[in-house]
């Protein structure tokens, strides 16, 4: 026992190219497992946290939903409930000059030791005895940072009709009501000066409550039966609102195909070192050592291989963590610091995946290796060639049908459907390759039987029934193709946010309650067109998949169709809803996905702003479908819903509003922006230009296709490693058949073409089944991507393609070259004896 | 007669354990057409480094060995396999077939890389396999033959493109002793018939005997070198 150990470790020294690549291997493995599983976490802590940051402590935000906003403390009925935390504050909008730039201000009128409290200040300088009083006001130190103010300094605002003079008295760290200064500067002062402002006497417009997490749905529910006029939003249902979930399930996808990347390398080269070990294991047993002795001792070298990987690999993820999370914080400009933690369950998974997988995967090699008679371990019959059974290819066509089959069941587009048959293609492709791979070779030897030269033939029967060559054929088309798959992933998502919405307003008005008081937008200066949109959110749920349905109440569809070019209404879907007063217009994907006709009905539930059913009670509306549209243009999840506008006011409640604008040509749309805001000058409203909202879903997007990027370059660096230690190890393997070809009849040169053949011909293969395999996943992913909710026409990605093909390539050449200068090299004696 | 294969103090020494060690120590040696020589000798003293230099596969330290009159040390790699596929049949000690092939694609592989067709020698692999026993098992790959089956295998390769030359190392050693008998009755009969020379290692006196000159080695020398007298009826 004591020399099979020991010649295992000098079999670690000795193959260091070998023993590195498996060590990398795993510890690269267990690295994005670690760091792919961790993520999720923490983008979604750091959300919170920026959360916190703008809201502090508080759990429920309430502002008043009636044409005047403005209310007094004591009009909201508190439950009895105990309240930790309480802000109730006054907001309105100014201009300020500071240094020849025009800012905007958004005064913020509190009470500066209750706000402190519950964090919505951080008071960092102040003068000597600061009290928030007339004429006293706190920025941040952003702002003070950003245009050079100092405690003392004083600053002019013009709120329209009156001009106010301020002196910085405090600086507060960037938080709370400081949080969102991206284009205004906020400056908080006195609760009585701001009413002075606004002409009245202790009026509030929005009030932030801190209640017990425990008593939270009870305090919402009370205050909403309480106090009906007023806009009740529950914060933390927002912080679990974001959408996060896309991210989640295409990161875990792509986690998914680097533990198959990794796991198939590893798979390959516990192989290849079994088959290695070979010589000795022969020899350990013919001198009489148990099979479970020799099981034990490899199993124990994998062992190690993972444990080491592994350790370096989780502390690598752990090194690399915060980088990596602060490459994914989309909040950073807002200050938000990147909240690394390290969950002990993610390092207990990886660690587990990495020390074990590779010792599991060698168990079942050494399995079959022990299962083969005694008699052929010892004499170590080189087995290099390849067995053609009939069973991978049945299996293959099963899961082929299998894949196709779910593919056509899966109209719902659930998810899990989805992957599974995306896996069984994905099994299929992999088992029927080395027939593939025969297939190909034996057409080719009969074709070219009278006029292909010796070395060309025998090329082409290497790919067939080499084991080795054709190993290296199977090795690079998996990688390939998987890598095909989170590409063509990544490219779908691409495709969602830049190719499919089409830019039908500038300026949209959002965060509103009521569209009423913004009707007259269409009035001001360099509007060209306004449309208001009455929005609320209702779920269906139809078989066992649900949809979340945008639901547009529409009072003149001609309008509303000649606004909106991202909207296609088909054939006579507008008279028809004109016609039927329960009617609804869906795009034709939903009707197509949950096989509905026109003239079916549909339950919808609205729901309220914190996404739960409207009035806290079941309120299904049962509306006809009138009428199909093409709506991928104006919202990309196909989910938009149209309906009467009197049947919406009826049945459901505006919460998701918003005005939409276009500018004149040639607009200045940043002041546009500032004009509204002057318009509307106590009002809550959020107002951005489309680029502005497309900047914001592109920021997310596009921290996920750089999460997909980067795995994919991973991947890509696993199946290199993997691919090249094939290939370098199939040369050490095929020494001896070298030795022997070139023993009998053949000059080195003649080698090298024989090489030169299989390297084309494996090329040519992985190109065409590449091509073909991700041409049928290209199929069967829509229905995966549709369930993730990209419903987009996506293409093959081809640029991915072609890079795929390029590294391949250049892959090949570099191992032929080496391989080739090792032919020229290579000693024939000493291979031609025994190994 | 034609002199077919003759070295001049040929040397061969290997690097061991940064030890040079030589192993086969200045050997000058004529082999003339039509001769069937045996070489024996103990285990280890040389016997099949030399049969390698001789067929071009491994070079000299120093001295020179000509094939025809030519200098191999003069040719070029392709020249030399040329030579080894043409006018060279290596039958080896450990039969050496390529594995992924099958017992007839390894017979005709000097042929294909020759730039012949397979197809135009059926004739001649039918014949071949015939002697050598295996027609039943053309399409049989390595694996599924016995030792003594896959040394009658390189036999056939070796004989397939009608050498000038026949160097075998132990050619019977692994076969029982009325295949072996056959074997060495071919050999004669190549030898005789179609004026072969053939140069093979043995370890058995009566395989040695079919040959019409015994070469000893001993320790990288030529102990001794007899023509055999021939009582051997056949
Ligand atoms: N590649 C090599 N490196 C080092 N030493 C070698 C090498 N090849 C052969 N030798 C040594 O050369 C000597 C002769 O080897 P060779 O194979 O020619 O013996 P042989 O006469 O054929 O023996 P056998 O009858 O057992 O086959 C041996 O002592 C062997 O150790
Ligand atoms: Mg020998």
Redesign the interface.
């Given at each position: 026992m004591k020399s099979v150990i020991k010649h295992i470790v000098i079999n670690l020294f000795e193959k260091k190219f070998r023993t590195f690549i498996v060590l990398l291997t795993v510890c690269l493995s267990t690295l994005v497992v670690f760091i792919g599983l961790s993520l999720n976490g923490i983008i979604k802590d750091t959300y919170a946290s920026m959360l916190k940051g703008a809201y502090g402590d508080t759990n429920i935000i309430m502002s008043k939903s009636s044409d005047n906003p403005l209310y007094e403390k004591h009009d909201i009925v508190l439950p009895d409930i105990p309240i930790e935390t309480r802000n109730d504050m006054l907001f309105t909008q100014g201009k300020t000059t500071i240094k020849d730039k025009k800012i905007d201000v958004i005064l913020v009128g509190l009470d500066a030791i209750d706000a402190e409290a519950s964090g919505l200040l951080n008071k960092t300088q102040q003068m000597d005895g600061f009290k928030l009083q007339q004429n006293r006001a706190m920025i941040s130190n952003n702002t003070a940072a950003k245009y050079d103010l100092q405690l003392g300094d004083p600053i002019s605002i013009d709120t329209g009709e009156e001009k106010w003079k301020f002196i910085v008295g405090a600086i507060s760290k960037t938080q709370g009501v400081f949080f969102s200064e991206v284009d205004a500067i906020s400056l908080a002062v006195s609760q009585e000066q701001v009413n002075n402002i606004l002409d009245t006497t202790d009026k509030v417009n929005t009030s932030y409550l801190t209640v017990p997490e425990n008593k939270l749905s009870e305090a919402i529910q009370f205050l909403k039966t309480n106090n009906a006029d007023f806009h009740i939003q529950n914060q933390s249902t927002a912080a679990n609102a974001h959408d996060g979930d896309t991210f989640e399930t295409t990161m875990i996808l792509a986690i998914l195909t680097i533990v198959l990347i990794s796991s198939y390398i590893i798979f390959s080269l516990a192989k290849l070192i079994v088959v290695e070990r070979m010589p000795v294991v022969g020899t350990f047993r013919s001198i009489g050592a148990s099979k479970k002795l020799i099981h034990f001792i490899l199993t124990l070298e994998f062992l190690f291989y993972g444990l080491i990987g592994s350790i370096i690999g989780f502390t690598a993820g752990m090194l690399l963590l915060p980088y990596v999370a602060d490459l994914f914080n989309a909040y950073k400009d807002l200050g938000v610091e990147t909240e690394v933690s390290y969950s002990f369950t993610y390092i207990c998974i990886a660690f587990l995946f990495g020390a074990l997988f590779p010792a599991v995967i060698s168990h079942f090699q050494i399995s079959r290796l022990n299962k083969r008679p005694l008699k052929e371990i010892i004499l170590n019959?080189?087995?290099?060639?390849?067995k053609h059974s009939i069973i991978p290819y049945i299996l293959g066509l099963i899961l082929l049908i299998t894949a196709f089959g779910l593919y056509g069941i899966n109209q719902k587009d659930d998810l899990l459907l989805g992957i599974l048959s995306i896996l069984c293609l994905f099994i299929s492709i992999v088992l029927w390759m080395p027939g593939f791979l025969n297939l190909v070779s034996k057409g080719l030897n009969r074709l070219f039987?009278?006029i292909g030269?010796?070395?060309f033939?025998?090329g082409v029967?290497?790919l067939g029934?080499?084991?080795i060559a054709s190993n290296n054929s199977n090795m690079i088309i998996v990688v390939f193709i998987l890598l095909m798959l989170v590409g063509m992933i990544a490219d779908g998502i691409d495709q969602y946010l830049h190719k499919s919405l089409v830019k039908d307003y500038d300026i949209a008005i959002t965060d509103i309650q009521d569209v009423k008081p913004y009707e007259n937008v269409d009035e001001l200066d360099n509007v060209s067109d306004a449309y208001a949109q009455h929005v609320n959110i209702a779920e269906t749920v139809i078989g066992n998949q649900s949809e979340s349905f945008g639901v547009i109440g529409v009072d003149d569809l001609e309008a509303f169709d000649s606004f909106y070019s991202g909207i296609t209404l088909q054939q006579d879907a507008k008279e028809q809803l004109n016609k039927t007063d329960n009617g609804i217009i869906l795009d034709e994907y939903q009707l197509e996905r949950f096989n509905l006709q026109i003239g079916d009905e549909i339950v919808l539930q609205p729901l309220d702003q914190n996404l739960e059913p409207m009035d806290g009670k079941d309120t299904k509306v049962t509306a006809a479908i009138v009428g199909s549209m093409e709506s991928l243009g104006f919202s990309q999840n196909r989910a938009t819903a149209l309906v009467n506008l009197n049947y919406f006011h009826d049945h459901f409640m505006e919460t998701m509003s918003q005005i939409n604008l276009k500018a004149i040509p040639d607009a200045d749309l940043e002041q546009l922006k500032q004009d509204i805001r002057y318009h509307y000058p106590d009002s809550d409203m959020s107002v951005h230009t489309f680029d502005d909202i497309l900047e914001t879903q592109k920021s997310t997007i596009d921290s996920l296709i750089l999460g997909m990027t980067i795995i994919v370059l991973l991947g890509l660096l696993i199946g290199i490693l993997g691919i090249s230690n094939n290939l370098l190890v199939s040369f050490i393997q095929r020494k001896?058949?070298y030795?022997?070809?070139?023993?009998?009849?053949?000059?080195?040169?003649?080698l090298v073409k024989v090489l030169l053949v299989e390297t084309c011909l494996t090329f040519i293969s992985v190109v065409v089944i590449g091509f073909a395999g991700s041409m049928a996943m290209n199929v069967i992913m829509v229905r995966l991507l549709y369930a993730i909710g990209l419903r987009i026409d996506f293409q093959f990605n081809s640029s991915l393609f072609f890079i795929l093909t390029a590294v391949v390539f250049i892959l090949l050449l570099l191992s032929i070259l080496s391989i080739i200068r090792k032919i020229y090299r290579m000693n024939?004696?000493e291979n031609?004896?025994?190994e | 007669m034609e002199q077919v294969i003759r070295t001049e103090h040929l040397r061969k020494s290997f690097q061991n354990g940064g030890k040079e060690v030589e192993v086969i120590k200045g050997i000058d040696l004529e082999i003339h057409e039509g001769e069937f020589v045996s070489i024996m000798g103990p285990s280890g003293c040389g016997k099949s480094t030399l049969l390698?230099m001789l067929?071009g596969?491994?070079s000299p330290t120093s001295g020179q060995v000509f094939i025809h009159h030519e200098d191999m040390n003069r040719m070029k790699?392709?020249q030399?396999?040329?030579l080894?596929?043409k006018q060279i049949g290596?039958v080896?000690q450990?039969y050496?077939?390529?594995?992924?092939?099958s017992v007839a694609?390894n017979i005709l592989?000097?042929?294909?890389?020759?730039?012949?067709?397979?197809?135009d020698y059926q004739h001649e692999l039918d014949d071949i396999l015939q002697t050598v026993g295996l027609l039943e098992r053309k399409n049989f790959?390595p694996?599924e033959l016995s030792g003594g089956q896959q040394q009658r295998v390189a036999i056939a390769?070796a004989l397939i493109m009608n050498p000038k030359i026949i160097l075998a190392d132990e050619p019977i050693g692994n076969l029982d002793s009325k295949s072996g008998q056959d074997i060495m009755q071919l050999f004669k009969t190549i030898n005789k018939e179609k004026k072969i020379t053939i140069l093979q290692v043995t370890h058995a006196q009566d395989a040695a005997e079919y040959g019409t000159r015994i070469i000893q080695m001993l320790d990288g020398f030529i102990h001794s070198d007899k023509k055999v007298a021939h009582t051997s009826v056949e």
């Open positions: 019959t080189q087995q290099t060639s390849q039987q009278s030269s010796g070395e033939l025998l029967k290497n029934n080499n084991k001896k058949e030795a022997v070809l070139y023993s009998v009849c053949m000059s080195r040169g003649q024939i004696i031609l004896r025994f | 390698y067929g596969i491994d790699d392709k030399k396999s040329k080894r596929r290596f080896f450990f050496n077939l390529v594995q992924n092939l694609e592989l000097p042929l294909t890389m020759d730039g012949k067709k397979a197809k790959t694996r390769r």
